[in-house]
Structure formats: structure tokens, C-alpha cells
């Protein structure tokens, strides 16, 4: 069974991991075009249901009018 030779410092711990979470990025976003909502890219708007210039999800306002 692998043992370690000496113990990990927390300063040596903290310094690995740092590089690895400074690494990670937040989703990238934009505003949608049709409505100005925030949105990520390359989703469906959820306030208008549009996505690149075409509607591919009814929102509910359209489904009550509709009804």
C-alpha cells in the first residue's frame, strides 16, 4: 500500500488548490437579442422563448392567450 514519505504542508495543500478553483470560470453570458434579457450562450431565452431569431419554446403569456 502507498504511503507518503512526509507530511502535505496546508500552505503546500492550499497553494495546489488555488491554481485549480482560479482555473474555473462562471458561464459565459449575453443579452438576447429580442427581448434584452440576460441569458447563457447558446440557450433558449426563458422570457421570450427565442433563440438564434426563431421561437422554440412557448412562454406561458403566449399559452394563456392562445387559451
Known amino acids: ?3 507518503p514519505k512526509s507530511r502535505v504542508s496546508h500552505a503546500r495543500t492550499h ?4 491554481e485549480w478553483i482560479g482555473a474555473l ?3 459565459e453570458v449575453t ?3 429580442h427581448c434584452g ?3 447563457q450562450n447558446y440557450r433558449a ?7 438564434r ?3 422554440v419554446i412557448k ?3 403566449e399559452e394563456k392567450k392562445e387559451a
Open 25 to 27: 470560470t462562471a458561464p
Open 15 to 18: 497553494k495546489r488548490k488555488s
Open 45 to 51: 431565452c426563458g422570457e421570450c422563448g427565442f433563440y
Open 59 to 61: 412562454t406561458a403569456s
Open 31 to 33: 443579452t438576447c437579442p
Open 37 to 39: 434579457e440576460v441569458i
Open 1 to 3: 500500500m502507498a504511503t
Open 53 to 55: 431569431g426563431r421561437q
